[in-house]
């Protein structure tokens, strides 16, 4: 798995890093191997499945790969506790 590319962010913003991989320990290995620790990134929550859901404007899924290999994509991620 390649290392993710990302822009930095403008002064004042925060800056979040999605690592997708098959484990946890690919995930551990990128993270590592980015020095994301040394710039200060943190966990937001633990390791786990994902479902990614696109938005309607976002059917054309070469714009969205090149958007998220530019480092341009826009994303939200949501929780919900376990019941």
Do not use: C
């Not at 822009?7 to 990128?30: K, L, M, N, R, S």
């Not at 499945?49 to 969205?64: E, F, K, N, T, V």
Request: glycine share 12%; charged share 20%; net charge negative.
């Amino acid at each position: 798995m390649s290392a993710p590319h990302h822009t930095p962010a403008t002064t004042g913003e925060d800056e979040f890093v999605t690592i997708i991989g098959g484990d946890a320990e690919e995930i551990g290995q990128v993270f590592q191997a980015e020095g994301l620790a040394a710039k200060d990134f943190t966990i937001v929550h633990r390791i786990g499945r994902h479902r990614i859901a696109m938005a309607p404007g976002q059917q054309d899924m070469s714009a969205l790969v090149g958007a998220l290999i530019g480092g341009r994509l826009v994303a939200a991620t949501y929780t919900r506790r376990a019941r």
